[in-house]
């Protein structure tokens, strides 16, 4: 799921509202994980059997999405790809609502054609006119989506806030309005991204992330680990500076951490692009899920240092190697690494290293 969708909605979307169509999946996310919360709030007090049910009630979007699955059609791409170019004309006719789609699909068989040429896509990932979409979109924005320490706040925010003073019944109520704030913020990058761009989210929300960071270590610097609960007004703001945190995350690398990946591999090396994606990103949610408790008990208030250092960091790599995609084709997106500053360096004018042209994959 996590591959696949993020690819099937830009595959699907039109250029001009790919970013709000694609945040879809974040935003259902987020909601997945606010009722969740809502779900085990509920359950907690029903003994003895409660987290059975919180447990057990995981089955009913499975079964959800597995059947809805089956309704489903294929994306234009795909079947230009499998060689059903009528089926996947039709297809893009419906989801565009017209017939004048000439042009797109003219790019979707020229798209078709290259990756057909390319015989070992993840080899290709590695040739000169892929590397800004490898060190990017594979390897960069998924490790840095869970450096920023947003999934170690959801994974153990009960946790936390217990050890901030709340009681356990507060601490899971705490958990709603942070799963809250990712709707708020995935709800407000759905109406703005396509507008202000992904370069503006991912920059403008990283400042904001690192301040709310370097604001909660000096806090628990401060105020914490004295031997006796936090004052109610330091706990409240505590709380306060996360929600602001998972705010600015929910509207920018959260849903952007799938989104733009998802834009920016060309077909021939999409689906081993996405998977690299997976990949990497499930690495890194489990090294910092495992690490979190452990180095908050020996850092405290340092490991909050560390991710805002983080932050800074991954603020600058998109500042400065990430070019706009906003209302981009999918399928021209490697024009804007061949004008780019630094990247143009290095994928020169679209030929890769086994001398295949960068935009048709013909021999030059």
């Known amino acids: 799921m996590v591959q696949a969708v993020p690819l099937y909605l830009s595959e699907m979307a039109p250029a001009k509202t790919r970013g709000r169509y694609n945040q879809l999946f974040q935003l259902t996310t987020c909601l997945g994980i606010l009722v969740a919360n809502l779900v085990n709030y509920?359950?907690?007090?029903?003994?003895?059997?409660?987290?059975?049910?919180?447990?057990?009630?995981?089955?009913?979007?499975?079964?959800?999405?597995?059947?809805?699955?089956?309704?489903?059609?294929?994306?234009?791409?795909?079947?230009?790809?499998?060689?059903?170019?009528?089926?996947?004309?039709?297809?893009?006719?419906?989801?565009?609502?017209?017939?004048?789609?000439?042009?797109?699909?003219?790019?979707?068989?020229?798209?078709?054609?290259?990756?057909?040429?390319?015989?070992?896509?993840?080899?290709?990932?590695?040739?000169?006119?892929?590397?800004?979409?490898?060190?990017?979109?594979?390897?960069?924005?998924?490790?840095?989506?869970?450096?920023?320490?947003?999934?170690?706040?959801?994974?153990?925010?009960?946790?936390?806030?217990?050890?901030?003073?709340?009681?356990?019944?507060?601490?899971?109520?705490?958990?709603?309005?942070?799963?809250?704030?990712?709707?708020?913020?995935?709800?407000?990058?759905?109406?703005?991204?396509?507008?202000?761009?992904?370069?503006?989210?991912?920059?403008?929300?990283?400042?904001?992330?690192?301040?709310?960071?370097?604001?909660?270590?000096?806090?628990?610097?401060?105020?914490?680990?004295?031997?006796?609960?936090?004052?109610?007004a330091i706990s409240v703001f505590l709380v306060i500076i996360i929600c602001l945190f998972c705010f600015a995350y929910g509207r920018s690398w959260g849903p952007l951490g799938w989104l733009v990946p998802s834009e920016l591999f060309p077909l021939e090396t999409r689906s081993a692009g996405q998977s690299i994606v997976v990949c990497v990103n499930m690495i890194f949610t489990a090294l910092i899920a495992q690490c979190f408790l452990v180095s908050l008990c020996h850092l405290r208030y340092g490991i909050f240092l560390i991710f805002a250092g983080l932050v800074a960091f991954m603020g600058s790599f998109i500042f400065f190697l990430l070019p706009e995609t906003k209302q981009v084709p999918i399928e021209e997106i490697y024009i804007l690494f061949q004008n780019h500053w630094f990247w143009k360096k290095i994928v020169g004018d679209g030929t890769n290293d086994d001398g295949l042209d960068g935009k048709k994959g013909q021999p030059n």
């Open 42 to 232: 509920g359950t907690e007090k029903i003994h003895p059997w409660g987290w059975r049910l919180s447990l057990g009630s995981a089955t009913i979007p499975a079964i959800l999405m597995g059947v809805g699955a089956l309704f489903l059609p294929e994306t234009p791409n795909s079947l230009v790809e499998q060689g059903k170019l009528e089926e996947g004309r039709k297809v893009l006719e419906k989801v565009r609502g017209t017939t004048n789609v000439d042009a797109e699909f003219a790019d979707l068989i020229d798209a078709s054609n290259e990756a057909k040429a390319i015989k070992h896509p993840f080899r290709n990932l590695l040739t000169r006119k892929n590397r800004p979409q490898l060190i990017i979109g594979a390897l960069g924005i998924p490790m840095f989506q869970q450096l920023t320490g947003m999934n170690s706040i959801l994974f153990y925010a009960p946790v936390f806030f217990q050890s901030l003073g709340f009681g356990s019944g507060t601490s899971l109520y705490s958990s709603v309005i942070t799963s809250g704030a990712l709707v708020v913020g995935a709800l407000t990058s759905m109406a703005l991204v396509d507008k202000f761009g992904r370069r503006t989210f991912f920059i403008e929300a990283s400042i904001e992330m690192f301040c709310y960071m370097v604001a909660l270590a000096i806090t628990l610097a401060l105020k914490f680990g004295q031997g006796v609960n936090l004052p109610k």
